[in-house]
C-alpha cells in the first residue's frame, strides 16, 4: 500500500496566520489526492480534491498543490472555524491511505 | 443535498461480528453520475488516525482494504437506499468510529464528498 505521511504533526497559528501542511506519497499519485478537515467530534469534511480543486462551499482562502508524490495546502487568513485536525487522502491507488493527520490549534 | 447516517450496536463482544448500516438520503444509491458513487466506509480508532475500509458500487461492485479482506463483506440494498458493512471475528483493536461516505468519481480519484456522522463501536466482554 502507498504510504503517506504529513508535516508537522501539529502547529500553532493565530487567527489571520497563513499556514502550510505538506503530504507526501511513497509512490507517485499524479494529482488524485484530497484534504480534509477534521473538528473534534465531528466527521471529516472534503476541503480540496484532485490536488487544487476546491469542493464547492469551500472558502478561497484554502488552496491546494501539488502533484505526484509532494502536495501542500495552505490557509491563509485563518479564520476560528479552520481550527482542527486535517488529513490528505491518496485516492489514485486502491487501498487508499490517508496522512496520520496535521492538528492545528489556536495560539 | 445527500445525508448519510450510519446505525448499528454500540458494543459488539470479542470474536462476534459487526453489522453497520448507513442510510442515505437525497440522493438514490443507484445514481449513475459519474458513474456511480462509491460508497465508502472508514474508520477511526479513539485518538487515531482515519483507515479506509472499502467501498461497494451500486452495482454490487467492491474494493477492501487488504488487511480486512478476509473478515470483510459489503452489500448495497437499492430498494431501501442503504449500504451495509460485516466485519467478522472481531477484537479490540476494531474499537473505532466507524464513518460511511460517499466516493465521487473525477477521473481515477473518487474523493470522499460526503460523510455520515460515525458511530462508535466498542468490541468488549
Known amino acids: 500500500a502507498i504510504q503517506v505521511t504529513q508535516s508537522p504533526s501539529s502547529l500553532s497559528a493565530s487567527v489571520g496566520d497563513r499556514v502550510t501542511i505538506t503530504c507526501r506519497t511513497s509512490?507517485?499519485?499524479?494529482?488524485?489526492l484530497s484534504w480534509y478537515l477534521q473538528r473534534p467530534g465531528r466527521a471529516p469534511k472534503l476541503l480540496i480534491y484532485?490536488?487544487?480543486t476546491l469542493q464547492s462551499g469551500v472558502p478561497s482562502r484554502f488552496r491546494g498543490s501539488g502533484s505526484g508524490t509532494e502536495f501542500a495546502l495552505t490557509i491563509s487568513n485563518l479564520q476560528p472555524e479552520d481550527f482542527g485536525t486535517y488529513f490528505c487522502?491518496?485516492?489514485?491507488?486502491?487501498?487508499?491511505?490517508f496522512g496520520p493527520g496535521t492538528k492545528l490549534e489556536i495560539k | 443535498q445527500v445525508h448519510l447516517q450510519e446505525s448499528g450496536p454500540g458494543l459488539v463482544r470479542p470474536s462476534e461480528t459487526l453489522s453497520l448500516t448507513c442510510s442515505v438520503s437525497?440522493?438514490?444509491?443507484?445514481?449513475?453520475?459519474?458513474?456511480?458513487?462509491?460508497w465508502s466506509w472508514v474508520r477511526q480508532p479513539p485518538g487515531k488516525g482515519l483507515e479506509w475500509i472499502g467501498y461497494?458500487?451500486?452495482?454490487?461492485?467492491?474494493n477492501f482494504s487488504p488487511s480486512l479482506k478476509s473478515r470483510l463483506t459489503m452489500s448495497v440494498d437499492t430498494s431501501n437506499n442503504r449500504f451495509s458493512l460485516k466485519l467478522t471475528s472481531l477484537t479490540a483493536a476494531d474499537t473505532a468510529v466507524y464513518y460511511c461516505?460517499?466516493?465521487?468519481?473525477?477521473?481515477?480519484?473518487?474523493?470522499?464528498?460526503?460523510w455520515g456522522q460515525g458511530t462508535l463501536v466498542t468490541v468488549s466482554s
Open positions: 461516505g460517499r466516493g465521487h468519481c473525477i477521473t481515477t480519484n473518487c474523493p470522499l464528498d460526503s
Open positions: 437525497g440522493d438514490s444509491i443507484s445514481s449513475t453520475v459519474s458513474g456511480g458513487y462509491y
Open positions: 461497494i458500487h451500486y452495482s454490487g461492485g467492491t
Open positions: 509512490q507517485g499519485v499524479r494529482d488524485d
Open positions: 484532485s490536488a487544487s
Open positions: 487522502l491518496q485516492d489514485n491507488i486502491y487501498p487508499y491511505t
